[in-house]
């Protein structure tokens, strides 16, 4: 990491979508931008690997029509012609029994909810969708504001084991804030000419954006560079800039300086590098109390479907909580078979997070048998598991004053990970957005020195 004092100097961690979109956006701006990365790909939870002859996400990824940041920088990369918009089934599996659920007449069918509470949940759905006053839920949880709109049978039946698949042990204070915003986000991707709703992804997989990315910010004079992994951040009192340190992976270590700083990075993360900072310990606190969740993926090609069905949430006791049948969506494209995603929520201190990939592999895949009792092991060409340890932080009540500030304490050090897109949920949209406000605040600051 040389030293250039020609133009503002950013160094951006995490190559990330958000920190791929916050030094393109800064490159264009005329700053010198460098990304530091441990991996040694690019896209973080949008990271892809070769399935058949078509690239494929390690983890399950679509847009809504109301994703305008997406579809915004799509246009801006020359990619938005690789958009398709399809109409997925949906379903929900509930004792023993697959459900359609895709439409308001499968909601209205729904028998394992009395009618007048099926009415009430589609009212509360709606009513959500419509919310402009967020603030005003912050201090509700999403437990009680579900029982109170759609009835208890509705909350024990359906949103009770959707919010402990998705938060473990965490469920009970899970802000109304996070079911709002999923409410809003399913209403406004739905084609009301056929009231169905519609979903987009990117032919050759959403890799594409990201080498869109990575090649812009190559050709503005920008450096990714992979391996690295950040443990020190510091100020230099000679000069006051940003001292950055890191371990490559053959051990050695590696220094540079910078004008600012981007981290695009869980808090704890943040925590474990940024002591030199002098970051106040009320930030911090902040920074480390942010609780997060991890997620197991398994991703399998099959030599057969598994129902006709997109996305599939589990309500019964499963070792799974979602089933996304990927080429329901797509369809077979050159994959060489039909492709299944098994996601499972959890605590970090969950025992199955630390059991091996074979292991998970057959819990899962037992798990499979009893979800579909045409499914055997033998249907399965080719499978993979990713971890994830920060895939979800938890959005307890009131969390805008929980919440780390993007802008930190320490003028030009911005923190731009997921628990920094509230009020809005974890996505590709929202990772955009998040760049766009972290690099603003970049130029702002630097325009200020």
């Known amino acids: 990491m040389d030293d250039v004092t020609a133009r503002p100097e950013v160094i951006v961690i995490g190559a990330g979508l958000t920190g791929l979109v916050a030094a393109y956006r800064l490159l264009r701006q005329g700053c010198g931008v460098t990304v530091l990365e441990s991996n040694h790909a690019p896209g973080g939870m949008v990271s892809t690997f070769r399935m058949g002859r078509e690239d494929l996400e390690h983890i399950y990824h679509h847009i809504f029509t109301s994703d ?104 009970d204070e899970v802000s109304a804030v ?55 951040l510091g100020r230099r009192p000679e000069d006051g800039r940003f001292r950055i340190s890191c371990i490559r992976d053959d051990g050695s270590r590696e220094d540079g300086t910078a004008d600012a700083l981007v981290a695009t990075v869980s808090g704890q993360r943040f925590a474990s590098m940024s002591a030199g900072l002098g970051l106040p310990d ?40 979602l089933v996304i049948e990927h080429t329901r969506l797509t369809g077979l494209r050159e994959y060489g078979g039909h492709i299944v995603y098994l996601s499972r929520y959890l605590d970090p ?23 579909y009792p045409g499914f055997s092991r033998s249907l399965v060409q080719d499978w993979r598991v990713t971890r994830t340890r920060y895939a979800q932080p938890v959005i307890l009540r009131d969390y805008s004053d929980r919440m780390p500030e993007m802008r930190t304490p320490v003028d030009g050090v911005f923190l731009a990970g997921m628990a920094q897109i509230y009020p809005e949920d974890r996505g590709m949209n929202y990772a955009i957005r998040l760049a766009d406000e972290a690099s603003d605040g970049v130029l702002d600051f630097l325009s200020k020195r």
């Open 68 to 171: 305008r940041h997406v579809l915004d920088l799509s246009r801006e990369l020359g990619l938005e012609n690789r958009i398709d918009w399809l109409a997925p089934r949906n379903a929900l599996y509930m004792n023993r029994r697959l459900f359609p659920f895709t439409t308001p007449g499968d909601l209205l069918s729904f028998s394992p909810i009395p009618l007048v509470e099926r009415f009430r949940t589609g009212l509360a759905v709606l009513k959500a969708s419509r919310v402009k006053d967020w603030q005003a839920m912050e201090g509700v949880t999403a437990a009680d504001w579900l029982k109170r709109q759609s009835g208890r049978t509705a909350y024990r039946c359906l949103w009770e084991p959707l919010l402990r698949s998705k938060f473990d042990r965490d469920a």
């Open 178 to 232: 996070w079911i709002w915003n999923k409410f809003k986000l399913r209403g406004g991707s739905r084609d009301k000419a056929v009231d169905t709703e519609r979903l987009g992804y990117m032919q050759g997989s959403f890799g594409v954006l990201v080498d869109g990315l990575v090649r812009a910010i190559r050709e503005a004079g920008g450096r990714i560079l992979f391996g690295r992994t950040v443990f020190d």
């Open 282 to 321: 009320s930030y911090m606190k902040k920074v480390r109390d942010v609780r997060y969740k991890a997620d197991l993926c398994l991703v399998m090609r099959l030599s057969e479907s598994l129902s006709p069905y997109y996305w599939t949430t589990v309500c019964d006791d499963l070792p799974f909580v």
């Open 349 to 371: 201190s969950d025992p199955l997070r630390t059991e091996s990939d074979r292991t998970i592999f057959r819990r899962f895949t037992d798990g499979l048998e009893i979800l």
